[in-house]
């Protein structure tokens, strides 16, 4: 049984740098949603259950990292949820975690901390890497600490002799349903950069599109995006070609449609990271986990999005891989349902 002096989560990195880095790309979201478990923490946004974002530190970013799981009330409780009793849940706000992790951080005091900018360009802005100005300026020791159910989330930022206290009010979870996506039933995978994807989203935009249709085929031209709006139409084509798509494994055509505003909101995300794997399952769920470069190697910021249907799709006629017989089957991801298990390999 856990001694209740003892804190359910402290862990200490010595650099606020990566876990802003990661952070930032859930900034489309007022409220983040908080797992902790023995392998690190699991912070997930979410906007009008049509996409979901999820941001994994491992206890390997940290310097220390130590999970005393809370005592469950009853076993037989416990099973009457989807998530063990013993995974602490909650929500948090996002924009203050994200102004305390930068608190010593600004080079220019009037330089604004960050922008919720609708252009994907304004990103060129306001990077998100390793070498923006006022990243470079967060060299702090960061501690978080999370005493239990009901208790603030408290993060400590130190930096010479400063030191800063924030409580962050943690809030009862308004959802713990995740976007469904089944990783055995894939109608497509793709691997590529992700500055590549950037690129191509960036000149979609151009038109004003409501919505993006991604189509991926065995024959030519192989992965297509395309998009339509007020000021005309955009077609970005790549060819199944190593030096563009690293790993393209599809059994048929696939084509779904999402909506462009919510893959806008992975644009600073798309070009922070190093590679992007690019999953449709047969329900045209579409994944994007992306590959980002910390300081202590590499980390994964994983994107879900619902597809469009119907009249909503615009009479695209979207095809489920059940309705082929030679859907891609990814037999990698059998082994496990973490997300952050599924790493981008070729």
């Not at 919720?116 to 890497?129: G, L, V």
């Not at 970005?236 to 393209?248: D, M, Q, W």
Request: net charge negative; proline share 5%; aromatic share 8%.
């Amino acid at each position: 049984m856990v001694d209740k002096d003892i804190p359910v989560f402290t862990a200490v990195s010595s650099s606020a740098r990566q876990l802003f880095i990661l952070l930032r790309c859930l900034n489309f979201a007022t409220k983040a949603q908080v797992q902790i478990s023995a392998e690190g923490l699991r912070i997930s946004a979410e906007e009008s259950s049509s996409m979901e974002a999820f941001a994994f530190l491992e206890k390997e970013l940290f310097e220390s990292f130590q999970f005393n799981p809370p005592a469950s009330p009853d076993d037989a409780e416990s099973l009457s949820s989807n998530h063990s009793a013993d995974i602490p849940i909650f929500e948090i706000s996002l924009p203050a975690l994200l102004e305390t992790l930068q608190i010593f951080g600004i080079a220019n005091p009037q330089q604004p901390r960050d922008s919720n900018n609708n252009s994907i360009s304004s990103t060129s802005r306001n990077a998100t890497n390793a070498f923006d100005s006022r990243v470079l300026g967060m060299t702090g020791i960061c501690r978080l600490t999370y005493a239990g159910t009901g208790s603030p989330f408290s993060i400590i930022m130190s930096e010479a002799n400063v030191t800063t206290t924030c409580d962050l009010t943690s809030y009862e979870p308004s959802t713990i349903e995740d976007i469904p996506f089944a990783r055995d039933k894939l109608a497509q995978k793709i691997i590529m950069s992700g500055s590549w994807l950037y690129d191509a989203m960036r000149e979609l935009e151009s038109t004003s599109p409501e919505q993006l249709s991604i189509t991926a085929s065995p024959d030519p031209p192989t992965f297509t995006l395309s998009a339509s709006g007020t000021l005309g139409s955009a077609i970005v084509e790549f060819s199944n070609n190593k030096e563009l798509l690293e790993t393209f494994q599809v059994g048929r055509k696939v084509r779904n449609t999402y909506r462009f505003a919510l893959l806008k909101k992975a644009a600073r995300t798309m070009q922070a990271a190093v590679k992007v794997s690019i999953r449709v399952d047969d329900q045209g769920v579409l994944s994007m986990q992306f590959m980002i470069e910390v300081e202590k190697g590499v980390s994964f910021v994983d994107f879900r999005f619902v597809p469009l249907i119907g009249e909503e799709a615009g009479g695209n006629g979207d095809v489920n891989a059940d309705e082929e017989t030679d859907g891609y089957h990814d037999d990698d991801d059998d082994e496990g349902d973490d997300e952050n298990s599924e790493m981008l390999e070729g």
